[in-house]
């Protein structure tokens, strides 16, 4: 069983920066290729940015693609999703993800979710 927790969510502004981390206890997620969705309010969860379990090859969705960029460290158990230039529509509840499927960019794909992390940006 992987449990994962995301943090690094917050407040900021149009054209801010955030930097999200998401943890995996009480094992190594090695071996899992690795995701990070959102949900807006009153919208349905949409996939954002995977990355494979070897840490090379990942996708982005069209909407932050040049402005995401998804890593991960295998020595700190850790994946990120650093964010730039953020817009308001970016406004969600941010969630990573585990999975064992190659390329998988519905949650349907994926087995293991952690709870979520604010992100609001305001103009």
């Known amino acids: 069983q992987v449990q994962l927790t995301e943090s690094g969510g917050g407040l900021v502004q149009t054209g801010g920066s955030l930097r999200l981390s998401c943890a995996a206890t009480p094992r190594s997620f090695n071996g899992y290729n690795m995701g990070w969705f959102r949900q807006a309010p009153g919208k349905e969860r949409e996939f954002v940015a995977y990355?494979?379990?070897?840490?090379?090859?990942?996708l982005y969705a069209d909407s932050v693609k040049g402005r995401f960029t998804i890593s991960r460290d295998t020595a700190k158990n850790t994946v990120s999703l650093q964010m730039n230039s953020l817009e308001p529509s970016d406004t969600a509840v941010y969630f990573c993800?585990?999975?064992?499927?190659?390329?998988?960019?519905?949650?349907?794909?994926?087995?293991?979710w952690g709870q979520g992390t604010q992100v609001t940006v305001f103009s």
């Open positions: 990355i494979m379990w070897t840490g090379v090859g990942s």
């Open positions: 993800a585990a999975t064992t499927t190659n390329h998988a960019v519905t949650d349907d794909q994926y087995e293991y």
